[in-house]
């Protein structure tokens, strides 16, 4: 980087002017090669990581889910072996504390270490019968977090009312993937918002809340935040800001199955719109995608049985994207909010910054050449994932990446994409990130309005697709 530099003959020289530079994307949130619900994800770590290249992410953090009992290390090497000969760009990863026995408390030291390189654990207030902790053991396990100087995670959902309100529905014959919906509403979410940061706060504990998918979610942590000791991130996707749960009444059952995750799209038709703004506003810092994607064969697993759909959809490709066209081109937020939100604030958060999350000489050369005109139409007949659905179908978006260079190497140039499997590598995550435990993460906030940016004016270029007026 600079200026009058001396290139060497032979050097590759890529145009951006009228583009945008950008950091590659971090997408915090991927479930890759997971086997969940009696079926396994339709994307690996090759497919799933192809697919985050060709959307202008050049990093992922991906979830180690033990099983209840299961080693975590044991787990955690499993990913490893996974993921190490598969990624096409680098990735970290984040451990599943799926149950509770002193031995985990040690395994949890050991992976904080120089040699595992973890500085992040989630826990899971839903998913009764697998991943759950109580909230005796989430305690300890926060507490446990804060004593490493590692980031508790918390999937936020009450998993003992969805279990009664499933069992109540499926009683009735409410079999059809609307059911998924009804048995989490939004204060199935908010309470478990609420108790988390109360949790949190009784560790002193920082605290990091994956996937908000309501406003009720987003209204619980604001009115916690000002009683927060230590900081508290809160996490939204791009599928809650992109879609919506009014695909769980589609009469189609491959169409609503489809879109079945958790917590839920929300059939609040406000949500997205509020979900934009509460990361304009830094209520809400990250967005993610928690792809988990399942094909249309697995989810009929849960034909005539909500419960029995695996839970997942995709978004690693898109959330670029998706965001920028609900956020940036209608306002809501600049493109440094949009740099913050998709790629600098997780690598502060999760300790990779500056080598990841910025532009800047000593920095990886992960780079986007963001294109703000280019247009192009969302379609599984044309996304990289292998998964056969997209919840975005049919969306038309302006603004792509039109070139991914990854590691210093043009991955996705002006539409080929060119990947390596392999290529990527492993980043190990110090603990006692500064941005945690250095008192530099935001605080909260007051309340207020929320003031519209200023309207960029990028008259659109095509690529595939029809334009859009
Ligand atoms: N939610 C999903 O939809 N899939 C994976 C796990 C989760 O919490
Ligand atoms: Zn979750
Ligand atoms: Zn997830």
Redesign the pocket.
């Known amino acids: 980087m600079g200026r009058n530099l001396i290139i060497p003959g032979g050097t590759r020289v890529i145009d951006a002017t009228g583009k945008l530079v950008l950091p590659g994307g971090i997408d915090p949130h991927t479930?890759l090669e997971?086997e969940?619900m009696g079926a396994k994800t339709a994307d690996d770590f090759y497919t799933g990581t192809r697919a985050a290249v060709a959307g202008g992410t050049t990093t992922v953090i991906d979830?180690v889910l033990p099983q209840k009992g299961q080693s975590l290390v044991e787990a955690y090497n499993h990913w490893r072996e996974k993921a190490d000969n598969k990624v096409c760009c680098d990735y970290a990863l984040h451990v599943g504390v799926t149950w509770w026995s002193p031995a985990v408390a040690k395994e949890m030291q050991q992976l904080c270490s120089e040699e595992y390189g973890v500085n992040s654990f989630k826990m899971?207030m839903?998913?009764r019968d697998t991943w759950m902790l109580d909230d005796y053991h989430l305690y300890i396990a926060m507490e446990t977090c804060k004593h490493l100087g590692a980031l508790p995670m918390v999937?936020a959902e009450n998993g003992h009312i969805i279990a009664r309100n499933t069992e109540k529905l499926l009683a009735a014959g409410k079999t059809d993937p609307e059911g998924h919906e009804l048995s989490r509403d939004e204060e199935v979410e908010a309470e478990a918002v609420n108790r988390a940061c109360v949790i949190a706060n009784q560790a002193n504990s920082p605290l990091y809340i994956?996937?908000m998918m309501s406003r009720s979610a987003v209204k619980a942590l604001e009115n916690a935040r000002p009683r927060q000791k230590q900081p508290v991130y809160g996490e939204t996707l791009a599928a809650t800001v992109g879609t919506d749960g009014s695909h769980y009444r589609n009469a189609c059952f491959r169409h609503a199955a489809g879109h079945?995750?958790?917590?839920p799209l929300r059939s609040d038709p406000d949500t997205p719109q509020a979900m934009l703004e509460a990361l304009a506003d830094d209520c809400v810092q990250l967005i993610g995608s928690?792809n988990?994607t399942f094909h249309e064969s697995d989810k009929a697993k849960g034909h005539g049985d909500f419960s029995k759909i695996?839970?997942?959809?995709n978004g690693v490709e898109d959330r670029m994207s998706i965001l920028w066209q609900k956020g940036v081109n209608t306002g809501i937020m600049d493109p440094c909010r949009f740099v913050a939100v998709t790629s600098a604030t997780a690598a502060r958060v999760f300790n990779l910054w500056p080598r990841k999350g910025r532009v800047c000489v000593g920095a990886d050369a992960d780079l986007v050449v963001w294109d703000p005109r280019l247009q192009r139409t969302i379609s599984a007949t044309r996304h990289a994932h292998a998964v056969d659905f997209n919840i975005f179908e049919g969306q038309n978006v302006v603004g792509s990446p039109q070139y991914v260079v990854v590691n210093g190497r043009v991955c996705f140039d002006d539409g080929d994409l060119r990947v390596v499997e392999g290529f990527g590598k492993f980043l190990k995550t110090p603990v006692m990130s500064p941005y945690v435990y250095g008192g530099e993460a935001p605080k909260a906030r007051t309340p207020e309005p929320h003031a519209p940016s200023p309207r960029l004016d990028f008259p659109a270029r095509v690529t595939n697709g029809t334009p859009t007026p």
């Open positions: 479930h997971l969940m979830f899971f839903a998913y999937h994956v996937h079945v995750m958790s917590p928690d988990c695996p839970n997942g959809v």
